[in-house]
């Protein structure tokens, strides 16, 4: 797929199947396109061209398998809801149109909580939460829609300790219970130790595969070396053009 | 002059009583007209007939339309010789007069259904969409007059067709704002205050067109639109019980839809909720409450009663259920107490009462609002500020005593026999002697030190202790980033500063089992009922 | 009115040269009233349009919206303090008027600045968006000048209406005492020159606060004390206009020429001296098309009595008017525009694929003349339209890139081989880049190099020769056509 904004293409062809059951990476300098390529594949920014199948299917089909933790710095964390009214988010397709939010589902929202940790915050205001505790909020929201594959735009982020090894506890479960999820990453040196699978991004995809294989010395320094300079040029081009 | 005295009586013709016009190029006229409440429909007949120029300054009186009709609900309920004060009160409290019922019911109803949509408007981050939607309806209703007059004569002000041309051109405005901001170099503030004047300005010109339209009758449409001079009337306030129950209903039932919505469109869209048709339904039911509220008071301030509840709401809770809940109150109440107020006393408008009661509230929630109200926020900021200070003092205290003391960890005896003077104290931090006796001041209050003589005080007991478990925290912390942080030393004790006094419990878990594995240099808890080893 | 009225005709030229015709009678009753109704609103436009261009480059377009109305009890309270000091007996009934004017300025400006210093007030300390504040603020002062102005003055009361709404029809009449100019020219023309000598000598602290205030602070040019001083001048300018035009076009005059301006230009002198033309056209063309158009359209509707609609109005709508003008023909920006560059893009897309398409089917066939023909070309080339592709073709034989035998079938002219050669030398080398960089399987190439390949000028393709070492094969082991010398 290419992704363009403002016509510009930020990602270039990309052409990537994702291995299902496995913690996969995407690993790129700032601007190389990664949380754009989530976004495509979410629908939520148009593609020039390409298509994003999910599980054999085309995304719009496979809507409900695929949960997706945007960025924290996405939403305006004032808003007057509770953690566990924003994890109850996750359940709004399921409850469906009109019902409201019964006691069963505010359960699986506490469940998921105490999943990541939070069970005694499940009341508290957004606002009144920690960045690393806000970004659990997110993840809690994305395992209560028990989807099989979860799309997480930097959940990494600026988290403290204990969120990080939250985290990563609920990637491995994921993982073992059968469930795929592509994480855009920053962190360099913990991508060998998280993730089974990586796939290196910088407008381009310059590598991609098992972390053993792929995560080496000469592909990083491809991917962070510096933007192809032709690919802006031409990106450019291509802006004036149409 | 008498251009302008036609224009004042034009213009007064929404229930003004005794205006002297106040000319546009700002001289003030002499004459006091003596009119009773008259109907406004011969006012304009005879203006138009009176003189011919006319036609050029009959220009559409954007004022009236704006401002509602001042002193309408007044007009009703004082229409007797006015009583004294306090029966006038009683009259007005027991609701005896029908109209007085009627008004009350219509008002807070429109007040209450206005808070809950301005709600979600607010949320939205679309206050302002209010004032487009009331400003573009304009034409609207000048185009279905034309359309209805021109189909079958004589019946240019049947009013759902009315409402129904007021809906469509105030949806229509709305959604070219959106299209404006999404398709275009122009940003949303600007769209906005285009489309506004744009179709304001369009229905302005329509309406001069309108009064001319032979035997349509179109004063009387005008008059309409100025929010019924004659004051609300049941059928009215039926329509505002209809418009409010289907409103409400709606609300209720997409509570969850429009929460998601409002708190995080992109995952909403990610899920596959209509997010464009979800935001067409919000912005018509702000277009629904607007048309309906601007017969009453008037559209300036039908904009006023979908913003400062929801504003005032969101002081007292962090529940968007219960803000919708309180904004409905808010808006409820302005309206209620507003309109009695206005009923009280003469030559108060109803439309500029309830605004201002609302404005009272939202002043009352900005400073005594229990969740973000500046006084909790500054008695909060104030008990940090107290802590940090507390916590630098203690540290400080350890940290002199350690280094009076050779043994590394001084024990709970040293520690409280060791005399600590002002001036040791100073040199430890950058703070100057007037706050540093402030803070110890507030240290002996709390039993944490005690004075001995002069300016030399010594820790107290509990004091020992929680500096100890402060020192405790903050090495950790210290330590913790050296660590893993790869933060260069030399800057680890200005973000140990910082980060100590938001540090959240769970982390100092975490750092205390680093510490089970370090022994060096951290001071160990001397026993169990320190803060550190008790959980 | 017998003389505009319908006279229903099937022929469509004596229609249009009626209307015409119809427009320019309609126009020669054009006094000397309307000269000085079209000058005041010009002048006065032309005022609003510097600091509303300000207010839209700032993204505080509703402000606009905001002091119109808040500057009522500023208004008001001029008013009753002038009435007051006559009836102290301070000043005489003559000297009122002069003090009156002054402290309608003073009014304004005092409320003006106290509406945005509130609004910022309320939106730090309630941590409100700033939408949500000024909607409060405003409503609440509007709402207070409605109250006060029904204050007793010596039971002479003031008509909101008319202090707030002025009627420009009306203001054109008062003339400055002894002259005949009408007075708004004068009092607007002024505010238009203050306006514009502020503007002139603060433009790059404007500007800088207007892009950057935290960079202007940091340089020590204050960037609320120019916040607050805008808001002022626009208080002061916005009290001048609405005596003379009233409200609604104030805010129409603020805002939409500035976003007209920013339609047509990006740079910055530009927009501001268009903003004031655009001003100027819309108040003329307004009252031009008052006297005319309600009269043109309502008389075939069989509603001959109506003769005007009011100006003010008609002078938003034709602002209006002029920014979907904008809209659609900006040379840049316009949607029209964009339309004709797309389709001549899709064009020159279409034509470059019909020569590589000739000059691959020579290069595998080695034969010339090749037999293709339009229809193949359609039948080839889906995704392309069959009415683009023989325009395309049209286009192609009219520059002499290809020729067309008697037969049908289309051959390359040499100019039309050495164009096509650099398209696939393009695609080829683009194809051999992206096979070096991308993580792509070979079958995924052709895709991309085909959509970029008309964008890949020499330059490009001299940058891509030396990066990839001048290769002479793409990866389908297709030889990259040499570059040949001028």
Sequence with gaps: MTVAYHRRPVIWDIDYDAPAGELIAIVGPNGAGKSTLIKAALDLVPKVSGEVHVFGQPYEEQRSRVAYVPQRTSVDWDFPVSAQDVVAMGLYGKIGWFWPVSRKWRKEAREALDRVGLADFARRQISQLSGGQQQRVFLARALVQQADLYLMDEPFAGVDAATERAILQVLRDLRSTGKTALVVHHDLQTVADYFDHVLLLNMRLVASGPTTEVFTEENLRRTYGGRLALLDQVGTRLAEGQ | ?535 | ?486
């Design chain 3, 1 to 486: 009115m017998q003389r505009v009225g319908a006279r229903p005709t099937d022929d469509v030229c004596q229609t249009k040269s009626i209307m015409i015709h119809e427009f320019f009678q309609l126009l020669s009753g054009w006094s000397s009233l309307d000269t000085a109704i079209a000058g005041s609103a010009a002048l006065t436009a032309m005022s609003c349009a510097l600091p509303g261009a300000w207010l839209v480059l700032r993204k505080h377009s509703m402000m606009g919206d905001a002091l119109s109305h808040s500057a009522l009890p500023g208004v008001v309270m001029a008013f009753l303090f002038a009435v007051s000091m006559k009836q102290a007996g301070w000043i005489s009934e003559a000297q009122k008027d002069a003090f009156l004017q002054v402290f309608l300025f003073v009014g304004a400006v005092v409320v003006g600045v106290g509406t945005a210093w509130l609004t910022e007030w309320v939106q730090r300390l309630g941590r409100l968006d700033s939408g949500a504040s000024l909607g409060v603020v405003f409503t609440a002062v509007f709402a207070l000048g409605l109250l006060l102005i029904r204050l007793d003055v010596d039971d002479v009361h003031i008509d909101v209406d008319c202090v707030l709404f002025g009627i420009i029809e009306t203001a054109a009449l008062q003339t400055v005492p002894g002259t005949s100019i009408p007075e708004p020219v004068l009092v607007n023309g002024a505010i238009f020159l203050i306006n514009l000598l502020l503007m002139v000598l603060f433009y790059k602290e404007l500007k800088l606060a207007a892009f950057d205030p935290g960079l202007a602070t940091s340089l020590g040019i204050p960037a609320r004390g120019i916040h607050y001083g805008l808001m002022a001048v626009t208080a002061m300018t916005v009290v001048a206009a609405f005596t003379t035009v009233g409200s609604i076009l104030v805010i129409g005059l603020l805002i939409i020429p500035a976003a007209t301006a920013l339609m047509l230009s990006e740079r910055l002198k530009v927009v501001l001296a268009l903003s004031v033309g655009v001003a100027a056209l819309s108040a003329v063309l307004g009252h031009v098309l008052t006297l005319t158009l309600p009269r043109m359209i309502f008389s075939r509707l069989g509603y001959p009595t109506i003769e005007d609609a009011g100006t003010a109005g008609m002078m938003s709508v034709t602002a209006g008017m002029l920014f979907l003008a904008a809209l659609f023909l900006s040379p840049r920006h316009g949607v029209i525009s964009k339309l004709i560059h797309r389709l001549r893009l899709g064009q020159k897309i279409a034509g470059d694929d019909i020569l590589g398409l000739l000059f691959r089917f020579e290069e595998q066939t080695a034969i010339r003349p090749t037999d293709i023909t339009v229809p193949d070309l359609v039948a080839k080339q889906n995704g392309i339209s069959p009415w683009l592709m023989s325009l395309s073709v049209r286009r192609l034989l009219r520059g002499d890139y290809v020729s067309r035998q008697t037969t049908g079938e289309l051959i390359l002219t040499e100019r039309g081989r050495e164009s096509a050669k650099s398209l696939v030398r393009a695609h080829r080398l683009w194809e051999a880049y992206m096979a070096k960089h991308f993580e792509l399987p070979d079958d995924h190439l052709h895709e991309t190099a085909h959509r970029v390949e008309h964008f890949i000028d020499d330059d490009i393709q001299n940058r891509l020769q030396t990066e990839l070492e001048s290769p002479e094969m793409d990866p389908h082991g297709k030889s990259i056509p040499e570059k040949t010398e001028p």
């Design chain 2, 1 to 535: 002059m008498s251009v302008a005295l036609i224009l004042g009586l034009l213009l007064g013709a929404g229930g003004v009583q005794n205006a002297i016009p106040f000319v546009p190029n700002l001289r003030l006229g002499t004459h006091a007209l003596e009119t009773p409440f008259r109907e406004p429909e011969e006012t304009v007949v005879s203006v138009v007939k009176l003189e011919k120029r006319s036609s050029q300054t009959g220009a559409f009186p954007s004022g009236v339309w704006e401002q509602g009709s001042p002193g309408s609900i007044h007009s009703v309920l004082a229409q007797k010789p006015t009583p004294p004060l306090l029966s006038r009160l009683w009259r007005v409290l027991s609701l005896r007069d029908y109209n007085t019922r009627v008004v009350l019911l219509g008002t807070t109803m429109l007040g209450i259904t206005a808070g809950i949509v301005g709600t979600f408007m607010l949320l939205r981050k679309r206050a302002l969409v209010g004032d487009v939607v009331g400003h573009s309806a304009l034409p609207g209703i000048a185009i279905a007059f034309l359309v209805m007059e021109g189909l079958s004569p004589g019946t240019g002000k049947w009013l759902p067709g009315l409402l129904a041309g007021a809906f469509a051109f105030g949806l229509a405005g709305a959604v070219s704002v959106m299209l404006i901001d999404k398709y275009s170099r122009i940003k949303a503030d600007a769209a906005m205050a285009m489309t506004l004047s744009v179709f304001y300005g369009l229905g302005a010109a329509l309406f001069t067109i309108v009064q001319k339209v032979p035997g349509g009758n179109a004063a009387g449409l005008k008059t309409y639109l100025n929010g019924k001079t004659a004051s609300l009337i049941a059928d009215d306030v039926w329509l505002f019980v209809g418009v409010a129950a289907v409103v409400l209903t709606l609300t209720m039932l997409l509570m969850k839809e429009l929460t998601i919505l409002c708190f995080d469109d992109q995952f909403a869209a990610a899920e596959g909720w209509p997010v464009f048709w979800l935001d067409t339904l919000l912005i018509g039911l702000v277009v629904t409450v607007t048309i309906i509220g601007m017969q009453s008071v008037g559209l300036i301030l039908v904009v006023a009663t979908l913003i400062i509840p929801p504003a005032s709401a969101r002081f007292w809770t962090d529940d968007i259920r219960r803000m919708t809940l309180g904004a409905g109150l808010v808006g409820g109440m302005s309206s209620f107490f507003g309109t009695i107020i206005s009923a009280l006393f003469p030559r108060m408008a109803a439309g500029a009462v309830i605004v201002l009661t609302g404005a009272f509230l939202f002043a009352l929630s900005l400073l005594f609002g229990t969740k973000r109200g500046v006084v909790i926020h500054w008695w909060q900021q104030r008990k940090l500020r107290q802590d940090v200070g507390r916590v630098d003092l203690l540290r400080a205290s350890f940290e002199l005593i350690e280094y009076a003391v050779s043994d590394p960890t001084p024990t709970s005896e040293e520690m409280v026999a060791h005399e600590i003077p002002l001036g040791d104290l100073i040199s430890m931090r950058a703070w100057d002697a007037a706050s540093l006796r402030r803070l110890i001041g507030t240290a002996v209050r709390d039993d944490l030190m005690r004075p001995t003589s002069g300016d030399v005080w010594r820790l107290t007991e509990s004091g020992a202790e929680e500096a100890r478990r402060i020192a405790r925290n903050h090495r950790l912390w210290e330590m913790y980033l050296m660590q893993y942080a790869h933060i260069a030393p030399s800057h680890v004790d200005r973000d140990a500063d910082l980060i100590e006094h938001v540090l959240d419990p769970e982390l100092i878990a975490e750092l205390e089992h680093q510490l089970d594995h370090m022994e060096d240099n951290v001071p160990v808890s001397s026993h169990a009922t320190s803060g550190s080893s008790s959980d």
